[in-house]
């Protein structure tokens, strides 16, 4: 359809020996081939577009070993598009370089280390690498290529967005736009509550009741099977539980005492961490919840008893259960008449269903400071941002792909293999936005939710407006935290290992199983990052 001018070919590649030993210095040698001296490119006469001359720009794009017959990550519908619609008017043969979504950092680690291999345009999820590849000096600062070349791009994201690209000030990321940022929302079996003659729970004490009936009455028949509450060592398990215990804080103890490990804020050392664990160790002592959850790190053995019946209530992300095949449609197969309700239940003590969101941004979009593309590679994005770009490679062909209903794009039912197949690597294409942008929330939640089957568009809606009530925002400092970096994910595990030991252990032994891994939580890593938290909110303070 978009001709054959795109050029086929995966490069940067350096062979698998090679590749482990730069991996092996990468922490040490990351940047040498990078200098930090070394002024961004302008473009200037190698622009494609200005100059005449064609030029390359290489993309990185994640590969998650799902391409279609026929196609490759490399070359497939929307790869063509690019080059038709951006690279060709601009004179530019846009090369897309493979990186294993499930080796993202160690392979971009790689790839930035070898400079010359190293595509023009990166982006990573984890906000500690990019901090890291700011810090050493790695990264192009787009901020004057923004303001002279991006206008839609800019308008886009918006300033908030663009605040979670800045290291020290400075703008050394594009961060992609989340379409939604809610996170959780909370399941029960209303089919049970209804032979019960039961309420649907509305706060943590009406819950605490509703799952010993659940455990005593076991309404679904399971013959002793019955799980109250299906848990998992998963965030979306816990998550909307303990943050529902933490008390009211004040802005010095959301900056200092918030710990982020990884992309997420944790409450650790937050007023109320430690009720939230005496909770589920009563719900675990009255085997009110997963016995074995502490193993369930993949969520695989509360899905297969989700589904086959015995779980009565689970948080989970928001509208996971309602995908085709999912939880709910396989639940109702094995058990008929089986309805799985949304809910929200947890309450803190202001009577709120406090549940962490996303931050606004979702990958950070970098130019490495080697490249001599970083105008095209603005360009690029400008792009995406510009007209319906966006919405064509977010959507495919109306028609085959979707219909326009109300203003909303809607997947056509029973689409041909080629339309199909056309879309496979959106997500991963779209790289300003996650998730589809149709210019509100209200729309593209409604969007999301029409994706669903319809016989579930009702709970779907539901569970959408509930993981974007009473949210917390995720803390933003002004500056980097290099304890974050350095023990984050030591104190992750740590973190896990505190949930489950403590959730674990009998109740008159719960206070020194929390006092010990507390303890040793703190002298891995957890007290350096508060003294630096601390240090960085005086720092603000003071400006």
């Not at 070349?149 to 736009?177: I, M, R, S």
């Not at 909303?408 to 690597?425: D, G």
């Not at 002298?523 to 938290?533: P, Y």
Request: hydrophobic share 35%; glycine share 8%; proline share 6%.
């Amino acid at each position: 359809m978009f001709g054959n001018k795109r050029r086929n070919g995966i490069p940067g590649s350096n062979g698998s020996k090679k590749s482990l030993v730069v991996l092996a210095t990468a922490c040490s040698l990351l940047f040498t081939a990078c200098s930090a001296d070394k002024a961004p490119s302008s473009g200037g006469e190698t622009d494609g577009a200005t100059s005449g001359k064609r030029v390359t720009l290489k993309v990185e794009v994640f590969d998650r070993g799902n391409s279609p017959d026929g196609m490759t990550i490399t070359d497939n519908y929307l790869t063509k598009f690019v080059q038709e619609k951006f690279g060709d008017p601009n004179n530019i043969d846009v090369e897309f370089v493979p990186v294993p979504r499930s080796e993202e950092v160690e392979k971009l680690n790689v790839l930035m280390a070898s400079g010359s291999n190293v595509p023009d345009i990166v982006f990573t999820y984890d906000p500690n690498t990019f901090n890291r590849y700011a810090k050493q000096g790695g990264l192009t600062d787009v901020g004057p290529l923004l303001d002279e070349h991006a206008p839609n791009l800019k308008a886009f994201l918006g300033e908030e967005v663009l605040g979670y690209g800045q290291f020290e000030g400075t703008q050394f990321a594009v961060p992609a736009k989340r379409s939604n940022v809610g996170k959780y929302a909370s399941f029960i079996r209303q089919d049970w509550l209804d032979k019960l003659g039961l309420p649907v729970p509305q706060t943590t004490d009406e819950l605490y009741d509703t799952l010993k009936a659940f455990k005593e009455k076991d309404p679904g028949e399971t013959g002793g099977q019955v799980i109250p509450m299906g848990m998992t060592i998963a965030s979306a398990q816990y998550e909307p539980l303990l943050w529902s215990f933490i008390k009211p804080l004040t802005e010095e103890e959301q900056y200092t005492l918030t710990q982020q490990l990884g992309s997420n804020d944790y409450p650790t050392l937050l007023p109320g961490f430690k009720d939230g664990l005496k909770f589920m160790n009563t719900l675990y002592n009255e085997g009110l919840i997963s016995k074995d959850f502490g193993l369930d790190k993949d969520k695989k053995k509360l899905g297969e008893d989700v589904a086959t019946g015995k779980v009565g209530f689970y948080s989970e992300d928001d509208i996971n259960p309602f995908y085709e095949n999912g939880s709910v449609e396989t639940l109702q197969k094995n058990v008929p008449g089986a309805l799985l309700h949304s809910v929200d239940v947890f309450t803190n003590e202001e009577g709120k269903h406090a549940k962490p969101m996303y931050a606004p941004n979702g990958m950070y979009i970098m130019i490495p400071k080697s490249s001599e593309r970083s105008v095209e590679a603005i360009k690029y994005l400008e792009w995406m941002a510009t007209g319906d770009n966006l919405f064509q490679m977010q959507n495919g062909i109306e028609g085959e792909n979707y219909t326009m209903v109300d203003d909303i794009p809607v997947a056509v039912e029973n689409p041909t293999e080629e339309a199909l197949n056309r879309l496979f690597n959106g997500g991963d294409m779209t790289i300003i936005s996650n998730g589809k942008q149709l210019g509100s929330m209200e729309k593209n939640l409604k969007a999301r939710a029409l994706q669903m089957p319809k016989q579930l568009l009702e709970q779907v809606e539901k569970a959408q407006e509930i993981a974007n009530t009473d949210v917390i925002a995720p803390v933003l400092m002004n500056r980097p935290i290099e304890a974050q970096t350095k023990y984050g994910t030591t104190l992750l595990d740590k973190f896990n290992e505190m949930i489950v030991k403590t959730t674990m252990a009998k109740p008159d032994q719960f206070d020194a199983v929390y006092e010990s891994m507390m303890k040793d939580y703190m002298s891995s890593g957890g007290q350096a990052i508060l003294d630096e938290r601390k240090e960085a909110y005086k720092e603000m303070q003071a400006k």
